[in-house]
């Protein structure tokens, strides 16, 4: 199993970036997926999640209307929108996905590798 994250980069703050993924191996067409960061000198940390069938979304209130989280038609990949970057959203970013969005968010098994994603000031 493993799931593809691609997009991160260098942006200035104020821009935009969008994280996508994209899951071989099996299908997560029906797991709930999400994504983590994990920021220099701190632990991995929730970001985002959807549920299996996209229509429930949750959120770190850090980044609360800014980021939006979305899964693709098949529902096998999903995206991560992400506004007006502030250089504390530079981390690296990873993919991930489990049975059930509440266990995205308290602590998913599957993880694919990380995205750095910098923002400049």
């Known amino acids: 199993v493993q799931l593809q994250a691609s997009g991160g980069g260098l942006v200035q703050a104020g821009d935009s970036l969008r994280l996508s993924c994209a899951a071989s191996?099996?299908?997560?067409?029906?797991?709930?997926m999400g994504w983590y960061r994990q920021r220099p000198g701190h632990e991995r940390e929730f970001v985002a999640a959807i549920d299996e069938s996209g229509d429930n979304t949750y959120y770190a209130n850090s980044v609360k209307g800014r980021f939006t989280i979305s899964r693709g038609n098949a529902k096998e990949t999903v995206a991560l929108q992400m506004n007006n970057l502030k250089p504390e959203d530079t981390a690296v970013y990873f993919c991930v996905g489990d049975v059930r969005v509440h266990i995205v968010v308290e602590g998913p098994m599957y993880w694919g590798q990380g995205t750095q994603v910098t923002v400049s000031s």
């Open positions: 191996g099996r299908s997560f067409s029906d797991y709930a």
